[in-house]
């Protein structure tokens, strides 16, 4: 087996590759980096000569990492870091699909595959599904789903380096300096995903998942199985503050463990009690527009629209 550029891929990447591709074809087996994107939307390319036993994988490291979560990932599940290395192995191993599942293909030519819509999606859903199975065995082994520690390497590892750079954003912090701080933190302690990544999961399985109000009562219960689980990898800064982070499969055992009880949670809103921390909060600093309009529905006991409090109207003082 043979490879081509593999320094454009992380470190691991190539290894994985091997360990699955068919005894029968490995040593007949090319994988080709390229450093320049075909098109905007071509992540990789398998094809094979049958007369010539030859075989090779095409990848577009550049294609796959402009927007790693694209059919892959969601957006917010894990560190930039993660969300490439997962995006890359992803393309990789489905690639890798269409070799072991080249009996579906041999018998239909390049014209059929582009023309008929149906015999594309069978092809492609074979090669999906044992890019999924074959993710999942890994995940079973390694709960990093193959990730080495430390940064990554290849183009992967530039655009991780960037993002946790400073000097993109000039010298200034802010929203955007966000992503930059917990791809720091993920990094010291070889993590792969923060707690608000675990918490903006479990958000989708509360009752009213919309709600921002659920958020302190589900970073509580993950705090709490995680105790329980005996997971304390934290990123520990220099005040001696503690930040709780995962791995893949930490952050699936968590998920797994809470999912009864944010189930279960029921979050009543009381009008009185927002009143209250808007007002300590309008003490500090002078208020918005539309926090004046707040306080003044409040007072007059309306219901007013609050941006980030998804609240039923008949929860009033926290009875319904």
Known sequence: MEFHNEKLLPRGLPEIIAQF????????????????????????????????QSYHIKLYPTTICYNPHAYYISPGTGTY????????LHVALHEVGHLVTRELCDPVSHEEYCQSYKIRRVIEDAAESFAHTAIERIGEIDPRLGQPPGPLTGYAGILAYRKRSTFNL????????????????????????SLGNVV????????????????????SIVHREAEKLDINRCYEARNGRRYLMFNCGEAARIVEA????????RVHASWRKLYMCYGAQLALEPPSEWQKTIMRSILNGEQPYMPGFDIPKTYRDGEP
Not at 25 to 43: D, E, G, N, Q
Not at 172 to 177: I, V
């Open 21 to 52: 591709i068919p005894s029968d074809i490995y040593a007949f087996t090319k994988v080709i980096t390229y450093p320049r994107k075909a098109s905007p939307f071509w992540y990789g390319e398998a094809g094979w000569e049958g007369m010539t």
């Open 81 to 88: 870091s993660f969300r490439l290395w997962y995006a890359l």
């Open 170 to 193: 000039g010298g200034r912090f802010g929203d955007a300096d966000n992503a930059r701080v917990e791809e720091w933190r993920a990094l010291k302690c070889d993590a792969q995903m």
């Open 200 to 219: 903006d999961q479990l958000q989708e399985l509360a009752p009213d998942h919309g709600s921002y109000l659920a958020r302190p009562f589900i970073r």
């Open 258 to 265: 809470c999912r009864g009880a944010v189930a279960a949670l």
